[in-house]
Nanobody, 118 residues
Framework: QVQVVESGGGLVQPGGSLRLSCAAS????????MGWYRQSPGKQRQRVAV???????DIPDFVKGRFTISRDNAKNTVYLQMNALTPDDTAVYYC????????????WGQGIQVTVSS
């Protein structure tokens, strides 16, 4: 059974930074696109950042310039560096690994809380 484990969340003041990490017990992580999503109470889950197998990234405008996604295939790990955080970034952040050749191999972490507050 594949395990996907996020870490690095917590409480941070506005303007601060956090780095989330997510490790998955998948084989051949180089075949996985990796991504971060978030969900706030009463809102739909939204995509925050995705990195493909060729290391190209897709970051929506509402976090572009503040959030950076990276990956380390040797460690089966994806990272999300979040800078200049605002209270609007408060959410549960979820990590996703999905195999680009086999859509059945799609895995989610349990989510990690990020709270931006003074």
């Amino acid at each position: 059974q594949v395990q996907v484990v996020e870490s690095g969340g917590g409480l941070v003041q506005p303007g601060g930074s956090l780095r989330l990490s997510c490790a998955a017990s998948v084989t051949s992580s180089e075949m996985s696109a990796m991504g971060w999503y978030r969900q706030s109470p009463g809102k739909q889950r939204q995509r925050v950042a995705v990195i493909g197998t060729a290391y190209h990234t897709d970051i929506p405008d509402f976090v572009k310039g503040r959030f950076t996604i990276s990956r380390d295939n040797a460690k089966n790990t994806v990272y999300l560096q979040m800078n200049a955080l605002t209270p609007d970034d408060t959410a549960v952040y979820y990590c996703n690994f999905h195999n680009v050749q086999n859509p059945n191999l799609n895995y989610w972490g349990q989510g990690i809380q990020v709270t931006v507050s003074s």
